[in-house]
């Protein structure tokens, strides 16, 4: 059984979980929301976009 679960949904469990569990607060988890459309709207979003689809690729090639 393959799973997909998109990249965003991820992050979005990870940070309620964040926010839940080890004390983030909300007001951190916006800036870091606010940076990462910072970071997509500059000249380094195509390494990133290469370096997570480059991670993503590897990860699913492991075999369990």
């Known amino acids: 059984m393959a799973l997909s679960i998109s990249a965003v949904v991820l992050l979005a469990i990870i ?3 964040l926010v839940r569990k080890s004390g983030l607060k909300a007001g951190h988890a916006a800036i ?3 940076l990462g459309f910072y970071l997509a ?3 380094i979003a195509p390494t990133l976009h290469q370096l997570t689809t480059n991670v993503s690729s590897m990860i699913s090639n492991i075999k369990f």
């Open 15 to 17: 940070v309620f979980l």
């Open 41 to 43: 709207s500059s000249s």
């Open 32 to 34: 870091c929301m606010l």
